[in-house]
């Protein structure tokens, strides 16, 4: 798609530091991290989100998400990871999941009571 920063960087117009690539997707790093060994998994297809990815692309985004995850957590010795999905207000409108190895989570403002009381 045109003007898509992650549809840039599948034709090589702008660089990225790849550290995993096949048919259908490639794993590179976040040019701004959140963590450590920030990676995003994003399909060489363009697709605008989380809701338009069909199924089979999606469940291959998750087996390369636990291969490469095993992998960093392990050369970065780390002690886990996070796999997120952001829909609706992420920077760039191509699916793409982040891998956050030892991500912590924000501080919370809401109990799970009152969470629950708003989502049941
Ligand atoms: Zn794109």
Not at 37 to 61: A, R
Not at 89 to 118: A, G, R, S
């Amino acid at each position: 798609m045109k003007d898509c920063i992650f549809c840039k960087i599948m034709k090589a117009e702008i660089p990225a530091k790849k550290i995993y690539e096949d048919d259908v997707v490639i794993a590179i790093l976040d040019i701004n991290p959140v963590v450590e060994g920030h990676v995003l998994i994003i399909p060489k297809e363009h697709f605008d989100n989380f809701y338009s990815i069909p199924d089979s692309i999606l469940l291959h985004v998750y087996d390369v998400a636990r291969k490469l995850s095993k992998e960093i957590v392990s050369k970065l010795n780390k002690t886990g990871i996070t796999l997120q999905i952001n829909q609706g207000y992420t920077l760039v409108n191509h699916f793409h999941m982040h891998l956050l190895p030892d991500y912590e989570t924000p501080k919370l403002e809401k109990t799970v009571d009152e969470i629950y009381e708003i989502l049941k």
